[in-house]
């Protein structure tokens, strides 16, 4: 156990070496891609923003309804069930139905095998939608268990969807985790001002493609303004190609015009549409609809089949680019609606920063104190082996550019306690050694064989519960998971071949002398 090969010494040394070099980065201040490394810090201690979004599913709920209600119709036409007055009314479809025809109507609409009505039943055992019957008159709406699984649904798209904008920005280490079953935390280190996020988040980002019409009726068209004016258009309601279909978005400077556009790109299907509808319609004006508002309504002067278009308005190079971006991104199924909002200042993650700053100062003095005034030279190279621990854990959070936190901070403290209780049952057990072994050499040796299952055990039980806490943890939860298993790797490494190699130097060197590890 005290003998170290050569290669084994350059290994240790190497590692030591390396993480050190990371660790140092943090110190220095420089812009080169060797020192571009850096351990962040998160919301509590640089400050930033906070932000608590509601998911809005009630247009979700319409639509699906009326997508509902064209499926119950096409059943009833189908299956020659005669019906009146079938109706969409809020949240709630209705139908009067005749004696003879209700049962007929609950066979189709309890039907467990391919039934559109109710998908989800042989799946789940749960009906999406349910009826009741009073005095003939049938009305059907959501369950329980259909809401539930259209928020969930909505939720989880709009998580996805806010992630990636969030990152075209290039927010550094966000946190944004689902709360609830319709609620987005988002937590934004070191940014100060919200309001581009804000205004990003607020759109839906539904783009179409619809052409100008002159036949203003309720059914086929209707009345759209423009984006950053009152004037309005009537466009048709059939949508010749949509944002899903768009492959990629670039914001982009106009030669010729000298104002910011957005460059776009189509997928095969709809640079097929896209093609069809341009040629079937040169000369009439094609409209480009954001959100219900028009941004620009254009003349279709020749076929457009390249699948790549330019939408132009009033832009700036930054409106642009953060159109770009969200049309990149793709659409939100429902609107975002912001429920609470905080903006942490930076002068509070200074003093957070100071405090756990100096408890770690503190807490090491003790330490290497108590260690040296206990087990005298080989206290103080436990306390060396200690400094390196600290040095390699910085070192991995640097190159993992992991954020820290308040209880990553305690997480880092913890580590230090530990490390220290690896070298207390090490030197406590060298000690009942040496009471019956004559030689030091022999003692020591037996003591760090017989101390390695206790260490070991101890500390992968601890990074059991470090991982347990990544993976179902959240935010600071996280953070001080994450310090708290790296610093039971390092603790493991500098007190078990680390330290272990210095005092192996140490016994050998005064392997002729009775050496005394305690007062």
């Given at each position: 156990?005290?003998?170290?090969?050569?290669?084994?010494?350059?290994?240790?040394?190497?590692?030591?070496?390396?993480?050190?070099f990371f660790s140092l980065t943090n110190f220095i201040k420089n812009d080169n891609v060797l020192f571009s490394k850096k351990v962040n810090l998160g919301?509590?201690?640089?400050?930033?923003?906070?932000?608590?979004?509601?998911?809005?599913?009630?247009?979700?709920?319409?639509?699906?309804?009326?997508?509902?209600?064209?499926?119950?119709?096409?059943?009833?036409?189908?299956?020659?069930?005669?019906?009146?007055?079938?109706?969409?009314?809020?949240?709630?479809?209705?139908?009067?139905?005749?004696?003879?025809?209700?049962?007929?109507?609950?066979?189709?609409?309890?039907?467990?095998?391919?039934?559109?009505?109710?998908?989800?039943?042989?799946?789940?055992?749960?009906?999406?939608?349910?009826?009741?019957?009073?005095?003939?008159?049938?009305?059907?709406?959501?369950?329980?268990?259909?809401?539930?699984?259209?928020?969930?649904?909505?939720?989880?798209?709009?998580?996805?969807?806010?992630?990636?904008?969030?990152?075209?920005?290039?927010?550094?280490?966000?946190?944004?985790?689902?709360?609830?079953?319709?609620?987005?935390?988002?937590?934004?280190?070191?940014?100060?001002?919200?309001?581009?996020?804000?205004?990003?988040?607020?759109?839906?980002?539904?783009?179409?493609?619809?052409?100008?019409?002159?036949?203003?009726?309720?059914?086929?068209?209707?009345?759209?303004?423009?984006?950053?004016?009152?004037?309005?258009?009537?466009?048709?309601?059939?949508?010749?190609?949509?944002?899903?279909?768009?492959?990629?978005?670039?914001?982009?400077?106009?030669?010729?015009k000298n104002q910011a556009v957005v460059n776009f790109n189509f997928d095969r299907v709809g640079a097929k549409k896209f093609g069809r509808a341009t040629?079937?319609?040169?000369?009439?004006?094609?409209?480009?609809?954001?959100?219900?508002?028009?941004?620009?309504?254009?003349?279709?002067?020749?076929?457009?089949?390249?699948?790549?278009?330019?939408?132009?308005?009033?832009?700036?190079?930054?409106?642009?680019?953060?159109?770009?971006?969200?049309?990149?991104?793709?659409?939100?199924?429902?609107?975002?609606?912001?429920?609470?909002?905080?903006?942490?200042?930076?002068?509070?993650?200074?003093?957070?920063?100071?405090?756990?700053?100096?408890?770690?100062?503190?807490?090491?003095?003790?330490?290497?104190?108590?260690?040296?005034?206990?087990?005298?030279?080989?206290?103080?190279?436990?306390?060396?082996?200690?400094?390196?621990?600290?040095?390699?854990?910085?070192?991995?959070?640097?190159?993992?550019?992991?954020?820290?936190?308040?209880?990553?901070?305690?997480?880092?403290?913890?580590?230090?306690?530990?490390?220290?209780?690896?070298?207390?049952?090490?030197?406590?057990?060298?000690?009942?050694?040496?009471?019956?072994?004559?030689?030091?050499?022999?003692?020591?040796?037996?003591?760090?064989?017989?101390?390695?299952?206790?260490?070991?055990?101890?500390?992968?039980?601890?990074?059991?519960?470090?991982?347990?806490?990544?993976?179902?943890?959240?935010?600071?939860?996280?953070?001080?998971?994450?310090?708290?298993?790296?610093?039971?790797?390092?603790?493991?490494?500098?007190?078990?071949?680390?330290?272990?190699?210095?005092?192996?130097?140490?016994?050998?060197?005064?392997?002729?002398?009775?050496?005394?590890?305690?007062?």
């Amino acid at each position: 156990m005290l003998y170290f090969s050569k290669i084994k010494l350059f290994i240790i040394y190497l590692i030591i070496i390396f993480l050190s070099f990371f660790s140092l980065t943090n110190f220095i201040k420089n812009d080169n891609v060797l020192f571009s490394k850096k351990v962040n810090l998160g919301l509590d201690l640089q400050g930033g923003s906070y932000l608590l979004l509601e998911v809005d599913s009630t247009p979700i709920l319409s639509r699906n309804l009326q997508e509902k209600l064209l499926d119950i119709r096409k059943y009833l036409i189908k299956d020659e069930i005669k019906y009146q007055n079938l109706k969409l009314n809020n949240d709630t479809i209705s139908l009067e139905l005749s004696d003879a025809n209700i049962s007929k109507f609950e066979n189709f609409f309890l039907n467990k095998k391919d039934n559109l009505i109710n998908p989800y039943y042989n799946q789940y055992r749960s009906f999406q939608m349910n009826h009741s019957i009073d005095n003939n008159i049938i009305r059907i709406k959501y369950s329980k268990f259909g809401l539930i699984e259209i928020k969930n649904s909505a939720l989880n798209q709009s998580l996805e969807i806010v992630r990636r904008r969030i990152d075209e920005v290039g927010t550094k280490d966000p946190t944004i985790i689902r709360r609830g079953t319709d609620r987005i935390l988002i937590e934004l280190p070191g940014l100060e001002n919200p309001n581009r996020i804000k205004n990003l988040l607020g759109k839906t980002a539904n783009l179409t493609f619809r052409l100008v019409t002159d036949n203003e009726d309720d059914f086929g068209s209707e009345i759209l303004s423009y984006e950053d004016s009152d004037d309005k258009l009537v466009v048709s309601k059939r949508v010749i190609v949509s944002g899903d279909n768009l492959t990629n978005a670039t914001p982009a400077l106009d030669n010729i015009k000298n104002q910011a556009v957005v460059n776009f790109n189509f997928d095969r299907v709809g640079a097929k549409k896209f093609g069809r509808a341009t040629t079937n319609n040169v000369g009439k004006r094609l409209a480009i609809i954001l959100d219900n508002k028009i941004i620009s309504a254009p003349n279709i002067n020749e076929p457009i089949v390249g699948g790549s278009g330019q939408i132009s308005g009033n832009f700036t190079f930054q409106s642009a680019t953060d159109l770009a971006l969200l049309l990149r991104s793709g659409a939100l199924p429902a609107p975002l609606n912001v429920i609470e909002e905080r903006t942490v200042g930076p002068d509070l993650g200074e003093d957070s920063i100071k405090a756990g700053t100096i408890s770690l100062i503190i807490g090491f003095a003790f330490v290497i104190f108590f260690m040296f005034f206990k087990y005298r030279f080989l206290g103080l190279i436990a306390n060396v082996a200690l400094i390196v621990n600290l040095i390699i854990l910085l070192g991995i959070l640097t190159i993992l550019e992991a954020t820290l936190t308040l209880p990553g901070i305690a997480g880092i403290i913890l580590t230090v306690g530990m490390a220290v209780d690896a070298n207390v049952l090490i030197f406590e057990r060298i000690k009942e050694e040496m009471k019956s072994e004559e030689s030091s050499i022999h003692s020591f040796d037996a003591g760090y064989k017989k101390a390695r299952t206790a260490i070991f055990d101890a500390n992968i039980t601890t990074l059991i519960s470090a991982i347990i806490l990544f993976f179902l943890g959240s935010g600071p939860v996280k953070g001080f998971a994450i310090t708290l298993g790296i610093g039971i790797l390092t603790t493991l490494f500098s007190a078990y071949y680390f330290a272990r190699h210095l005092s192996s130097y140490y016994v050998l060197k005064n392997k002729d002398k009775v050496i005394s590890i305690w007062f």
